[in-house]
């Protein structure tokens, strides 16, 4: 028999994947507004904040809700205090996608100082980690949130690259190129901090699933435990 709570439950759900969706979508037009040169997609990602910001509270009410009213126990109260974690980290997440807008507009009105190639690569990297991490919370997969995790080296691989093109071959070169490279290594340490996020979202699932830390114990992944 299913539960009243059961219901609710999967609204939350819902709400955390709108959350995740919005998300996934700030990344994307901050990063196309960079590379069509479009400000008014920049101020878009800008001003659609207030709407994350919005839900993020409301969800957050919903899930203190849940708790006062149901006093769950065991993987539900671990559910419903996952939900609360990764509400948080979505919303920084789109906080940060606000901040490549803004240095995006920094940078519009001058000319591009490379094509952008391993940018959008990290970019894809870490949509594509918000979107798994998410998929590991709605389904409950451990195996997803791991993938998750062993994507961050990845990551972490594609911002040093970034960094040291353009420290080495634009700003040690041509002291003139320094604003706009400063730009685009902000941007792509913001997009390396997504991924970070993600990561704390995928160590929050296995936590939920099975109980087990596995935050700052890195041997539990490798030993496939």
């Known amino acids: 028999m299913e539960r009243h709570v059961d ?3 999967k609204e939350l759900n819902k709400d ?13 037009k901050s990063i196309e507004a960079l590379k069509n040169r479009d400000k008014e997609m920049a101020k878009s990602v800008i001003d659609n904040d207030s709407n ?45 996608a606000v901040d ?24 894809a990297v870490a949509q594509n980690m918000v ?4 998929d590991a919370f709605v389904k409950g997969d451990i195996a997803l949130a791991k993938k998750v995790l062993l994507s961050d080296s990845e990551a972490d691989h594609l911002r040093n ?10 700003m040690v070169k ?9 730009q685009l290594l902000l941007i792509a340490r913001f997009l390396e901090r997504i991924c970070d996020h993600t990561t ?3 160590e929050d699932v296995i936590y939920m699933v099975q109980a087990e830390v596995v935050k700052h114990h890195p041997e539990k992944l490798k030993n496939g435990k």
């Open 16 to 28: 955390i994947l709108k959350m995740g969706a919005l998300a996934e979508e700030a990344i994307y």
């Open 100 to 123: 490549i807008a803004q240095r995006t507009l920094e940078i519009v009105d001058k000319p591009l100082l490379k094509p952008l190639v391993d940018i959008p690569k990290l970019t």
């Open 7 to 9: 219901e609710e439950l």
């Open 174 to 182: 041509d002291g003139t190129t320094a604003p706009r490279a400063v």
């Open 161 to 170: 690259v970034i960094q040291k093109e353009l420290i080495e071959d634009y």
């Open 52 to 96: 994350i910001d919005k839900l993020e509270l409301a969800v957050d009410e919903k899930c203190i809700d849940l708790i006062a009213r149901y006093q769950p126990l065991a993987s539900d109260l671990r559910f419903i205090t996952t939900g609360m974690k990764i509400n948080s980290e979505l919303e920084r997440i789109a906080d940060i």
């Open 131 to 134: 979107k798994v991490s998410i």
């Open 200 to 202: 704390n979202i995928a």
